[in-house]
């Protein structure tokens, strides 16, 4: 016989305890088990991902088709990330092989705004069974100085390992900004530049390995502050940053010809970025010497920024789908108005980084109104409405004579 009761078979809850039961023929379960249940699978999934680390089952294909779920494009520098995280792996299982120290190879990540170093970066992190810790260069200073000194580093990482010392030692840090510590010494400002040559030779020690005086809980060394003795030998440290006007002569490199073809541009074979280029735009020499590994990535074109805003996992319109989801409504964009977005951000120049300032512009009104619409069904966004030239297109579930309670139109987004 078909059970009768309207307790959940899992907990004992009754239905008027619970927001809904379901049932089939011969059991019943509620929303909270569901939710426990669901819970427990995510945790065990993202263990499993994490044991195959340690067993050296996930090699640097697996680790790269990992970081294109997250980023579009950028292959040669995914393809550098993954061996880097593969190498650590195994340094960390086997650090001295038949009386041979294996050892590390610092990252540089050179790269426009915008061209996803960052993000490259916090998706390493998603899958790593390591300490993982990001730093910005911009706020690091010489020491005796306003500002974190270059142990803030290791603080982080050493907090990020729940302050196991020995943990942390095995760790990934990441160094964003690092071109902001340029030393600029052709500069017009006066006086001592204290966050340009000095905080690169304070991260010399840090790079190559040595044992430092970390602080456990603040960001500066002091007197009264609990340190610990931090041998950085097998941290892996990847550096990022922008070099806006590395290669600035290069690309305006023109050549004139005789004849008709007078002006014509000539077309300049891209070469890898090499150290002495670095070391031109600021960087001293004894730094570069510690990062060996130079990956370069490339500006996004107008292709690829469409492939953004739709396949990465977190993609910026998929977060507006859910935010919408949320009030009943289905929010769609065609392909037309996809390549509108990514021609507005080609043109300003703002990468992939630029995308959500440029669709919270066209959300805002929608996000405003959509909410006091009843019946609203599927809210449209075209090619037409990105240009300001018509509204959003509004269906509604059932047929109906009410107007929206506010037009939705570009004029909006001006104001």
């Not at 390995?209 to 970390?214: C, E, F, I, P, T």
């Not at 950085?232 to 440290?237: A, G, I, M, R, S």
């Amino acid at each position: 016989m078909p059970s009768t009761s309207k307790n959940c078979n899992f907990c004992g809850k009754e239905i008027k305890e619970v927001k809904k039961i379901f049932s089939s023929e011969e059991a019943h379960i509620c929303d909270e088990c569901i939710t426990m249940c669901s819970s427990v699978l995510d945790k065990e999934s993202m263990q499993e991902s994490k044991k195959e680390f340690q067993k050296g089952l996930n090699v640097p294909i697996k680790i790269k088709e990992h970081l294109d779920d997250y980023v579009i494009g950028q292959d040669e520098a995914k393809k550098v990330l993954a061996v880097a995280l593969y190498n650590h792996y195994k340094r960390i299982d086997k650090p001295i092989v038949k009386n041979v120290e294996l050892e590390k190879s610092n990252i540089m990540l050179v790269g426009p705004t915008g061209s996803g170093k960052t993000l490259l970066a916090k998706s390493l992190a998603k899958i790593m069974d390591v300490p993982f810790a990001v730093a910005d260069a911009t706020a690091l200073t010489e020491a005796g100085y306003v500002g974190e000194d270059v142990e803030s580093i290791l603080s982080r990482l050493l907090a990020s390992a729940d302050f196991d010392l020995e943990k942390a030692k095995r760790g990934i840090v990441y160094i964003d900004e690092i071109d902001k510590i340029a030393n600029k010494s052709e500069s017009a400002t006066s006086g001592r530049d204290v966050s340009g040559e000095g905080v690169q030779q304070g991260l010399l020690k840090i790079l190559e390995g040595a044992d430092v005086y970390v602080p456990v809980k603040c960001s500066r060394k002091n007197s009264t502050a609990e340190t610990v003795l931090f041998d950085t030998t097998h941290v892996l440290f990847i550096c990022g940053g922008a070099f806006v006007g590395l290669r600035k002569d290069k690309e305006k490199e023109k050549t004139s010809v005789m004849g008709f073809v007078n002006g014509k541009e000539k077309e300049v074979e891209k070469k890898d970025i090499e150290a002495k280029e670095l070391i031109s735009f600021g960087l001293i020499p004894e730094f570069i010497g510690r990062i060996p590994v130079i990956a370069e990535l490339n500006k996004l074109s107008k292709e690829d920024l469409i492939r953004v805003l739709t396949e990465p996992k977190n993609a910026i319109t998929k977060q507006y789908e859910i935010l919408f989801e949320i009030d009943g409504v289905d929010l769609e964009f065609n392909e037309e108005s996809l390549e509108e977005i990514a021609e507005i951000a080609v043109e300003k120049d703002v990468g992939a980084r630029g995308l959500r300032g440029i669709i919270e512009k066209y959300m805002l009104p929608l996000q405003y109104t959509i909410p006091s619409e009843e019946n609203l069904g599927t809210c449209l966004i075209t090619k037409e409405y990105i240009k300001g030239e018509k509204d959003a297109k509004l269906v509604y579930k059932k047929p109906s004579n009410k107007k929206p309670s506010k037009e939705i139109k570009y004029d909006d987004i001006k104001k």
